[in-house]
């Protein structure tokens, strides 16, 4: 029989229903309730991805499974412009990716400036188990990738060939706010047994030079997770992100007590304290998505405009508004 505190929270979010937009103001106070698991993922890309990664964790495959094949139905979809297949390329015109995969024991894996490969965080998760490092990158990452039995492929589909002919016209590199250009996806786990899973991929940013690696990658900037406290993951300008250390800082400031939302912010604040008077300033947008050992989640951005998807028993594909600084 249900228990009075299982009606009250099923009364609170039940009635939310199938892709309900909810501000994450609204959610905040409804989040608290430790419903295990539990996925957020970046944008709404995320929705298919976390009922992926929802479906392997129900069939009892793990947690770094699901978010490894959660993150892989995003990387797979030509239509989603900035991972894997039909990412945007660098300004030659060439595909590059990065990824990286993260797990309760603070085992991690990374691939970064990865070519032809349509799943880098496959690469990535194989660098974690098969190899003594955390990450490969370029030729040597691609020959590892072959190694282990991935094809080659050509990522650059005709419709982003087509973007970046039109871009070359200008060549003006302003990484544009939003989804536009600005969507990686990253994965949040939390299992019933409480443990924190993190996956992260990504093409980067549109035009970018060629060899530019951004945050995505890098272990403690794009994905950060520590099992006794929680979980952090970035989207957005990767150079901004970096420069903070972004997801790793609101890890430690949750491990100091402060709720998801509140870390989010405060390095959100961070950033745009240092990038104020900056001439990226004016496109500059980073978000944070965050969750906690208690199952609390938040997500939080510069700029309005920045979403995230959240799945768990009671909210099945949930995209929820991310609070914004400006
Ligand atoms: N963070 C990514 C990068 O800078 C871009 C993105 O989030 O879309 O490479």
């Excluded at 929802?54 to 979809?77: F, H, R, Y």
């Excluded at 496959?122 to 990450?135: G, N």
């Excluded at 990158?137 to 005709?158: M, P």
Aim: charged share 25%; net charge negative.
């Amino acid at each position: 029989m249900e228990n009075r505190r299982n009606f009250l929270k099923k009364s609170a979010l039940g009635t939310l229903g199938v892709s309900t937009v909810m501000s994450c103001d609204t959610l905040n106070k409804t989040s608290s309730e430790a419903v295990f698991p539990r996925i957020i993922s970046t944008w709404n890309h995320g929705l298919d991805a976390n009922k992926k990664a929802w479906e392997v964790l129900k069939n009892g495959q793990g947690g770094l499974s699901a978010v490894e094949e959660g993150v892989k139905v995003t990387e797979a979809d030509p239509n989603v412009r900035s991972v894997g297949l039909g990412g945007y390329p660098d300004r030659e015109g060439i595909v590059t990716l990065d990824a990286c995969i993260m797990d309760k024991n603070s085992n991690c894996g990374s691939v970064s400036y990865l070519q032809n490969i349509k799943h880098p965080i496959s690469v990535a998760r194989h660098v974690m188990e098969d190899t003594p490092h955390v990450m490969l990158s370029g030729s040597g990452a691609l020959d590892f990738a072959i190694s282990k039995g991935f094809k080659q492929e050509n990522l650059l589909t005709e419709a982003s060939k087509n973007d970046w002919i039109k871009w070359k016209e200008k060549s003006d590199y302003k990484p544009k706010i939003n989804i536009e250009n600005h969507d990686t996806i990253s994965m949040l786990l939390i299992d019933e047994n409480r443990d924190l899973y993190g996956a992260c991929t990504t093409s980067g940013a549109a035009w970018k030079m060629h060899g530019r690696v951004g945050d995505s990658p890098i272990i403690g900037a794009g994905l950060f997770l520590d099992n006794e406290v929680g979980a952090a993951a970035a989207t957005g300008l990767g150079e901004a992100i970096i420069k903070t250390s972004g997801s790793a800082m609101v890890v430690e400031l949750m491990r100091q007590g402060h709720s998801p939302l509140e870390a989010c912010k405060t390095i959100v604040d961070r950033i745009s304290k240092i990038h104020m008077n900056s001439p990226e300033w004016e496109y500059l947008q980073v978000g944070f998505i965050a969750l906690n050992k208690n199952g609390e989640y938040a997500g939080y951005s510069l700029r309005k405009g920045f979403n995230f998807s959240l799945q768990d028993e009671i909210n099945k594909d949930l995209l929820i508004d991310a609070k914004f600084q400006i």
